[in-house]
């Protein structure tokens, strides 16, 4: 087994304790600690996620079963064994209240009007890994059955939340991000200096939808799987096998 290097540790001693919990997570709960469920784990460790004042974090349960360490593993070469592990297991469950959320945002069709398959994007106008996406889609949503949704948010830079606002308080909010999208980095949509309190409200609900998903960062892709299974993509797909599966009609 490789060898670990443990962040922010916090060793303590075994206590026999009956419970389905191991004794050294038991102690942690009872110094205020919630465990909110497992975590996957490298061999011979068992995670757990764990939360405290708010925030969320890693346990893990030692090889020994008597101590545990609070934070990131990492490995000889400077892997950190966690990261993925950790934003899989805090991520909301993507379930019918999920796909009802998303319905109810305020978003941006492009593609089909009657359309057999949806996916939703958070977009920002100032990603230039946003405007990649859509640079990509474009010959996929062409005479298909593909419609997609853009939820502006505004996370990237100050003037996110100007241009974003700009877009939806058009009249025709759809061409305007098309326009925008068309000349990206030159853009002739300016973002407004003064934005109507119902658009900023509709953009600040986008960006606390964005984050109740669990979504690190623009774009974040949700869409349903072939089985009909909410799925959610943060960032640019970097496989054009999974762009045509999740876009392609």
Known sequence: MKFLTWVALAMLSCSAVA???????QALQRQGIIIRGDMQAPAGFRGYLAEYGGSRMPVYLLPDGKHVVIGNLFD??????????FMRAARPKLDAATWKALEKSTWIPEGASKPKRIVYVFDDTECPYCHRLWERVQPMLAGGDVQVRYIMVAVIRPESLGRA????????????????EAH???????????????VRAKIEANN???????ATGTPAIVYRDGKGAIRMVDGM???PAQIRAIFGS
């Open 19 to 25: 419970s389905t919990l191991p004794a050294p997570i």
């Open 165 to 180: 606002a700009a877009v939806l308080s058009a009249t025709d909010p759809s061409a305007v991000l098309r326009t925008h």
């Open 76 to 85: 000889a070469q400077g892997n950190d064994m966690t990261r993925d592990a």
């Open 208 to 214: 606390a939808l964005m984050a109740r998903l669990g």
């Open 184 to 198: 990206f980095g030159n853009s002739p949509i300016k973002p407004l200096t003064k934005i109507p309190a119902s």
């Open 237 to 239: 797909p970097s496989d």
